[in-house]
């Protein structure tokens, strides 16, 4: 076979965590109003776990995940994609040196987002439920500016601290641990009037699962660039909304 049967329309930069990728995968499945397996989109998943942590070099001012992050975008050029995902919010803080180097566009997950936050939510205050490299980065808080939103993650400690076990238990498997402290984390935005959070970070929509409380407008951030990728390609999945 000479390989021109085989051409995948959507790459997908994962394994930043495996889990979050799987669950990217799955989103992306049910994001098509399918009749049969081949009203999918021919993806290719290119999953690397070894690339350096993302959220730490941010915060250390390193660049270490960029020379890996160029080459998988290098590497998905090279199969003639049409566009690319990154299953990970905080190597968004790379998309700049990412985009202007790919013949394929690279989907921002923020804009997706809150893309769909905009369709379901007019209010001012949103909770941006990530890692502490993603809010140093501050791609989240800057596009929320732009959308006449505001970043307003409670202050107390205990928020960022259950956000960080939450997204560290669903990278070890530990699911039980994981949603009681999406659920702690929930509890501050609740106790500071919040209406809105996004999960801006792959792992904690797993996390999430069955835990929303009633009330608040939550958006999957890993649903929403599924459903982003969905529309670009097919224009199908507007059927389905990003919320919880």
């Known amino acids: 076979m000479n390989g021109r049967l085989l051409r995948p329309r959507l790459g997908v930069i994962g394994g930043l965590g495996p889990l979050a990728t799987a669950d990217f995968y799955r989103k992306t499945i049910e994001a098509v109003p399918a009749a049969s397996d081949a009203d999918h989109i021919p993806l290719i998943i290119l999953s690397v776990p070894q690339i350096p942590d993302r959220s730490r070099a941010i915060r250390e001012g390193s660049d270490r995940p960029l020379p890996w992050l160029i080459e998988a975008v290098a590497m998905l050029n090279g199969l003639n994609v049409e566009i690319i995902a990154i299953a990970c919010n905080t190597a968004h803080h790379w998309y700049d040196e990412l985009a202007r180097g790919s013949e394929a566009d690279i989907v921002h997950i923020a804009d997706a987002a809150i893309a769909e936050l905009q369709r379901r939510y007019d209010g001012g205050r949103v909770a941006v439920l990530a890692t502490r490299g993603t809010l140093s980065s501050g791609f989240y808080q800057s596009r929320l500016r732009e959308a006449g939103l505001h970043c307003a993650n409670p202050s107390r400690p205990p928020f960022q601290l259950a956000v960080d076990e939450?997204?560290?238990?669903?990278?070890?498997?530990?699911?039980?641990?994981?949603r009681a402290a999406c659920a702690a984390a929930f509890q501050s935005c609740a106790d500071d009037g919040l209406g809105a959070a996004i999960l801006a970070c792959t792992e904690l929509p797993i996390a999430a699962e069955g835990i929303v409380p009633e009330g608040m407008q939550?958006?999957?951030?890993?649903?929403?660039?599924?459903?982003?990728?969905?529309?670009?390609?097919?224009?199908?999945a507007s059927v389905r909304n990003a919320a919880i």
């Open 166 to 178: 939450a997204i560290h238990m669903v990278k070890i498997g530990r699911l039980a641990e994981a």
């Open 218 to 236: 939550v958006i999957d951030s890993t649903l929403a660039l599924a459903l982003e990728c969905e529309r670009r390609l097919r224009g199908t």
